[in-house]
């Protein structure tokens, strides 16, 4: 999570960011819930984990069965240090959405995005 | 020791045992230099599961260790760069890029290659054989432009290959046998006709007694000539036909070397150059070719004992077998093929089913000595460990295969009986002693934490069943009060949860979480308590969306490649002319595929997420409701059509079957919930197969509860005979409420029943006799559930927050996912295939 907070923060402090994407605005997205957007061609799924106070955003394909799905997965944590997660619909494969690693022990990984919360928006930023 | 003194180890061969030996001597001693030498020009990699690389494993995926672990343990590595030449005299080995290298110790692991017969032809365009990630890499290539293939060679590869050629879309696909059975060395003819069949099922054909003569073509393979003056044509051709020995550079070195292949080795994996070792598949023991992984293993074992000085010998390995062609079990253990008077057989034989199980025990009947599965080889790791601990058989041996037909099962204490020293794990050579142990000292306490702790399962994962049997049989007799608890996140067990839930009136998951959990939920617990919830306040599940399961979170179940299924119900099967053509206008305009189910009604697949709320709008102003398909709660009452006009029909079993439908609908419980209703005994509605079954009697009717259709079928139980309508729908109601008040999370009935102590005694007590006094209470609990009913997609049409979430963007509501794809079949579409 720090990283990402980091990143966060550096977002904030560059002000304005060409890379910094308007996904939706907070309410678009369920509380402890997913939902996708569409930047360009590509697909991200945010997650609105209310209960901890925190945004991630990850690619919405999941790369078991290259289903376009993981913004309809339920939200979750594992373990002592409660890895926030996300289960995706098909087959209940789990990914860390800190670091994107599969947590079903496949060598799967998923794209994580850093996500800014300004103003009831969702920025999102793009590499 | 300094670095200078160390003695050098180099290993010929990154295959999976020459990884294996490395991963073994580090883990005994740091006295060694170790320098490896591979031919292939990637990292060790995992050969027996090279298949997946079809299936979208990447090569990187299947990698042994990760990228710099030869660099972390300090071993040098040499990729693509063979060795060429042993030079015994200096104790040298000259490398194709021109290293020179002295050794101490060499170890060869050079594992075979592919055997290819001398058919004229060979040479052809077209022609592979299946052994490394470069042989898969070129079939890959040719095969998107082939459309017949064949495998030469019915062995254990040679299916593994076949289901590759499936997997690359190539849909003719044959299998040529020499042999007049398929895989000759692990079964025997009866199983192998009975596998022939399944896998003629699934689209492989099969020819035995083939022998080819040529491979024609000109130039690349056109077709296959055999010796009966047959031909077959095809496109590809990956050759199958067994495996030789990489033996050159042991013969160039003057080592002896077996007259069919192989480098001669004594117990201590000696060549006869006593410096010189060889393992895994290239090592020739007593006349024997090791060609599985597990026996290689053992082989890096002893060799790494033995040059730390320790003793340790191999003598011979069990070669039996489990593994799943292309979905089907197949197991051989021990002498598989023992015939009188050596010994006396068993065989259990269902072609309905597509299992044959046959075991070869000692004459006197006391010793099993090895045995054939095939289509269900669950019994598989218990029965091999029966051979292998020579452990006294059971009075009826023909158990073993049947199981007990007592309705008493042993349970784990099969396996707590088995000695210390009883191999659980082969490929990582542990046994029963070190996993109790792990568990006994507080190592571990789960599967993953004994695959930490002693690698058992970390393999070919065969043995998982029994180690899970381990722990759980040690904490037992440890005096571990094991808790049936839901997840990590919560201590309790359903019941538990469900009675907290009731008695402190939580409405919702996270106060629940808050007051009896820990963390912030998952996957497990959410939906769990999302469905407690539901059978207990019967409140709109959408009111907690994210908590649902997949299906339960869009009111429909998902499907292939993103879209969803609708089914409106019809209860008892019954439907008017006017709803049908409904069904039909609606799923022409949005482009549904329709299918008749095996539940009496209409099922529309293919339906975009964002058209759900647009279609259940349509189909509700006509007059249907939800059909509860995506929920774990009341699907079907099945009905036939009974006294209305059957000729043998004794009451109204629609008419019952509808009201019985209407009364439960929308019930959550903790798995899916089916009825029937016969008109008489014959049972066309099958009512027997069903979670509650009602079948008209001369008198009323006889209830029969606890039946399951699915993987492992059991008949309904009869509860109560010649009831009226009346005790019947009493006895439901109570039935159905102590089942979602007591059953764990994803249990049916039938497998709630089996672990109820005292079974359906116990159960015919409780809703008959009211023995435990909650029999009003359940009667008033289901009341408020018909009472409160609410068609949960008609509440969710009506309410516009709800509404929106069916959007696949939040940020482009009007438009649907690119991504989903659809393929004409026969005269309606289908879910492209993943
Ligand atoms: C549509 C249908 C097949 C058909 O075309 O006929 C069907 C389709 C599915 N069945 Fe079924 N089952 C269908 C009748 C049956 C029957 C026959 C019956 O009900 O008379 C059975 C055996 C009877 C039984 O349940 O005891 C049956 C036993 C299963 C099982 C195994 C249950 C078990 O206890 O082992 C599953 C898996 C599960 O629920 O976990 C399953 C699961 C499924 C799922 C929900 C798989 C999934 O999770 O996606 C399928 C959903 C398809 C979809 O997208 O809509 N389906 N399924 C049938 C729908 C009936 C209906 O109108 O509601
Ligand atoms: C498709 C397939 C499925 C299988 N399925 C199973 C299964 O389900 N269960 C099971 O137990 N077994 C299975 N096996 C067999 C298993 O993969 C082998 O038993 C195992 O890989 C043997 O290991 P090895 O190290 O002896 O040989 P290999 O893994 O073949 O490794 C030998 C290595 O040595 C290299 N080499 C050879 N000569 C030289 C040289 N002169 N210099 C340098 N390097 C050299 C080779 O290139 C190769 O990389 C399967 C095999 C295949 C091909
Ligand atoms: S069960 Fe009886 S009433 Fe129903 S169709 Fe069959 S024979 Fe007729
Ligand atoms: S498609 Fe995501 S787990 Fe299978």
């Known amino acids: 999570m720090s990283e990402i907070l980091e990143l966060n923060h550096q977002i904030e402090t560059t002000a304005v960011s060409e890379n910094l994407f308007f996904a939706c605005y907070t309410d678009d997205v369920p509380q402890n819930g997913g939902a996708c957007v569409k930047y360009k061609d590509t697909q991200i799924a945010i997650f609105n984990f209310t209960r901890r106070g925190e945004w991630y955003a990850t690619q919405n394909l999941c790369p078991h069965k290259q289903q376009m799905a993981l913004s309809r997965g339920m939200i979750g944590s594992t373990g002592h240090d409660c890895e926030p997660k996300v289960a995706c619909p098909f087959h209940k494969k789990t990914f860390s959405l800190k670091s994107g690693d599969c947590l079903s022990g496949d060598d799967y990984s998923i794209k994580i995005y850093p996500v800014l919360i300004e103003e009831g928006k969702v920025y999102i930023r793009i590499d | ?834």
């Open chain 2, 1 to 834: 020791m300094s670095a200078k003194q160390k003695k050098n180890i180099i290993i010929i061969g990154n295959g999976m045992v020459g990884y294996k030996f490395c991963e073994k001597i580090i883990a005994k001693s740091d006295d060694f230099n170790l320098i490896v030498f591979g031919e292939e020009p990637r990292r060790a990699y995992d050969r027996v599961h090279l298949s997946e690389y079809f299936n979208g494993k990447t090569a990187e995926d299947l990698s042994m260790s990760p990228a710099n672990w030869y660099q972390e343990n300090h071993i040098t590595l040499h990729l693509a760069d063979p060795i060429l030449e042993i030079n015994r005299q200096n104790k040298t080995v000259h490398s194709q890029k021109g290293i020179l290298q002295p050794y101490d110790y060499l170890v060869l692991a050079t594992g075979s290659s592919a055997f290819v017969p001398n058919i004229p032809g060979v040479e052809k365009e077209g022609v592979f054989v299946y052994r490394t990630i470069e042989d898969l890499e070129l079939m890959k290539n040719y095969a998107l432009k082939a459309k017949k293939g064949a495998v030469m060679g019915g062995g254990l590869l040679g299916l593994e290959a076949a289901k590759a050629l499936l997997d690359l879309g190539i849909a003719e696909t044959h299998v040529i046998e020499f042999a007049p059975r398929l895989m000759p060395r692990q079964i025997d003819s009866a199983g192998s006709k009975l596998l022939q069949n399944k896998l003629q099922e699934l689209g492989l054909q099969i020819h035995l007694n083939k022998s080819t003569s040529e491979i024609v073509g000109n130039g690349k393979i056109e077709a296959l000539a055999f010796n009966d003056d047959t031909q077959l044509e095809l496109d590809m051709l990956v050759i199958s036909a067994g495996i030789r020995p990489r033996d050159e550079l042991a013969k160039l070195a003057g080592l002896e070397v077996g007259t069919r292949g192989g480098i001669l080795v004594n117990e201590k994996l000696q060549t006869s150059d006593p410096n010189i070792f060889a393992i895994g598949e290239c090592a020739l023991y007593k006349d024997m070719i090791y060609g599985l992984v597990a026996p290689g293993y053992e082989m890096a074992e002893v060799v790494a004992a033995n040059i730390c000085q320790q003793e340790k010998y191999f003598y011979g390995f069990d070669m039996s077998t489990k593994l799943k062609l292309i979905g089907v079990d197949v197991a051989s253990f021990g002498d598989a093929f023992v015939t009188e008077p050596e010994g006396r057989t068993i065989v259990f034989e269902d072609t309905h089913k597509g299992i044959y199980k046959r075991i070869n025990i000692t004459n006197d009947g006391k010793y099993l000595l090895g045995g054939i599965l095939i289509g269900d080889a669950d019994a598989y790791n218990i029965l091999l460990q029966t051979v292998n601990n020579k452990i006294v058989l059971p009075p009826n041996p023909e158990d073993l295969i049947l199981g007990s037909r007592g309705g008493e099962t042993d349970g784990g204490a099969g396996v707590m009986s088995l000695p210390d020293d009883a191999l659980i794990c082969s490929c990582e050579a542990v046994t029963k002693g070190m996993i109790c142990s792990a568990v006994s000292d507080g190592t571990a306490s789960s599967i993953d934490d004994i695959k930490k702790c002693t690698k058992a399962g970390t393999g070919c994962g065969g043995c998982v069943p029994l180690v899970k049997d381990l722990i759980t049989g040690t904490m037992q007799e440890n005096g571990v009060y094991i808790k049936n608890v839901i997840c990590e996140h919560f201590d309790y067990s359903r019941q538990e949860l469900l009675d907290l839930i009731k008695i402190n009136k939580i409405k919702d998951y996270d106060t629940a979480l808050d007051h009896f959990g820990k963390g912030d939920g998952c996957e497990v617990c959410k939906p769990a308590i999302a469905n407690i919830l539901a059978g207990i306040w019967n409140d709109l599940i959408l009111k907690q969306d994210t908590i649902q399961d997949s299906n339960d979170r869009f009111l429909a179940n998902i499907q292939k490649g993103g879209t969803y299924s609708v089914v409106p119900r019809i209860p008892g099967g019954e439907i008017t002319p006017e709803k049908l053509i409904v069904i039909g206008q609606v799923a022409k305009k949005y482009n549904l595929y329709t299918k008749i189910t095996g539940g009496q009604r209409i099922d529309l697949f293919g339906a975009h997420l964002s058209d759900l709320p647009a279609i259940w709008e349509e189909l509700i102003d006509a007059g249907f409701e939800s059909g509860h398909a995506y929920g774990k709660s009341l699907r079907t009452v099945k009905s036939c059509v009974g006294s209305t006009w059957c000729r043998f029909g004794l009451q109204d079993s629609v008419s019952f079957a509808i009201e019985v439908e209407d009364r439960y609908k929308g019930l959550r419980s903790p798995h899916k919930l089916k009825g029937g209703v016969s008109g008489c005994i014959r049972e066309c509605a099958e009512a027997q197969s069903k979670d509650f079954g009602i079948i008209a009697t001369e008198k009323g009717y006889n209830l029969y509860v606890c039946g399951n259709g699915g993987s492992k079928p059991q008949h309904a139980l009869l509860l109560a005979a010649d009831i009226d309508k009346e005790t019947c729908i009493k006895y439901l109601d109570r039935f159905l409420m102590f089942y979602v008040r007591t059953a764990d999370p994803l249990t049916r009935t039938a497998t709630w029943l089996n672990k109820m102590e005292g079974g359906i005694t116990y159960l015919k007590n409780v809703i008959i006799n009211d023995s435990l006094g909650i029999a009003e209470e359940l009667e008033a609990a289901m009341h408020y559930h018909v009472d409160t009913y609410k068609c949960e997609w008609k509440a969710a049409i009506e309410n516009p927050e709800m509404r929106k979430r069916f959007a696949h963007f939040v940020n482009a509501p009007e438009e649907k996912d690119p991504t989903v794809k659809f393929a004409p079949m026969r005269e309606q579409i289908k879910a492209e295939a993943w």
